[in-house]
C-alpha cells in the first residue's frame, strides 16, 4: 500500500510505429524534418498559459527521444502525432496475461521548461485503469515520476515503469483515499504538487 499525505495548497492521429532496418534512413530524415517544425512551434508558444516554453536543452532532448521512439518504440506504446513537442499523447495497451491484457488507455506526458532536469507531469485521461496507485482523476502514485526522478530518465523507460506497475497488480480496485484526494485535486490541480509519501511498492 502506499500512502498519501494531504497534497498542499494549490501554488498555482495518427500512430508511429517502429520502422523495420530497411526504412531506418527514410525515419530519421522524416524525424528531424517534423522535429525542426515542432522545436520552432515550441519555442514559439505553449498550450497552457501558466506553462513556460521548453528550453532549448529541452527542445534538443525531446527531439532525441522522438527519433528514438520511432525506432524502437517500447513494446505496448503507441505515441499519437500532434504538432505540440510540449505535450505527448501515448497509447497503452495492457500486456498479455495481466489483468489489463488488451485493454486500452491513454497517458498524457506534459514536459517542464528545463526537462530533463525536472520530472515531465504524467496523468492517465479518462478513463483511467482501476489500479490501487491510480486516482480516478488520472493521477499516478509512482515515484519515479516525482522524488526518485532522475535526468537519465526518459519517456520510453517511464512507459516501462508503468506496464510493470499496470502487469504486478493483482487486483482492480481504486486507492482507498481515491475519493478525498479527487476531491482536493479539483481546478487543475498537478500531481506534482502533491507530496507522496511511498511507503510499499506492493499492489
Known amino acids: 500500500m502506499r500512502i498519501l499525505l494531504h497534497p498542499p495548497p494549490r501554488d498555482r492521429g495518427s500512430m508511429i510505429y517502429a520502422g523495420s532496418s530497411e526504412r531506418f534512413a527514410l525515419i530519421i530524415s522524416l524525424s528531424f524534418a517534423l522535429n525542426s517544425a515542432l522545436f520552432q512551434r515550441s519555442m514559439i508558444s505553449s498550450t497552457a498559459p501558466s506553462r513556460k516554453a521548453l528550453s532549448k536543452i529541452a527542445c534538443g ?3 532525441k527521444e ?3 521512439w520511432q525506432v524502437n518504440p517500447p513494446s505496448g506504446f503507441k505515441h499519437k502525432v500532434t504538432d505540440n513537442l510540449q505535450s505527448w499523447i501515448i497509447e497503452v495497451v495492457g500486456a498479455a496475461g495481466t489483468l489489463y491484457a488488451n ?8 514536459f517542464p521548461e528545463h526537462y530533463p532536469m525536472e520530472a515531465p ?3 492517465f485521461l ?12 488520472g493521477h499516478i502514485c509512482l515515484d519515479i515520476l ?9 519517456v520510453s523507460s517511464i512507459c516501462v515503469s508503468i506496464v ?20 482536493k485535486c479539483k481546478n487543475g490541480r498537478s500531481p506534482k504538487e502533491t507530496r507522496w509519501w511511498f511507503h510499499d511498492d506492493k499492489v
Open 66 to 68: 522522438l527519433v528514438e
Open 146 to 154: 516525482y522524488d526518485s526522478w532522475s535526468p537519465a530518465m526518459t
Open 121 to 123: 507531469q504524467v496523468i
Open 164 to 183: 510493470s506497475m499496470l502487469s504486478s497488480s493483482t487486483r482492480k480496485q481504486r486507492p482507498a483515499d481515491n475519493d478525498r484526494y479527487v476531491r
Open 103 to 110: 485493454e486500452t488507455y491513454q497517458l498524457q506526458v506534459d
Open 61 to 63: 532532448r525531446l527531439q
Open 126 to 137: 479518462p478513463a483511467a485503469p482501476l489500479h490501487p496507485h491510480i486516482y480516478s482523476n
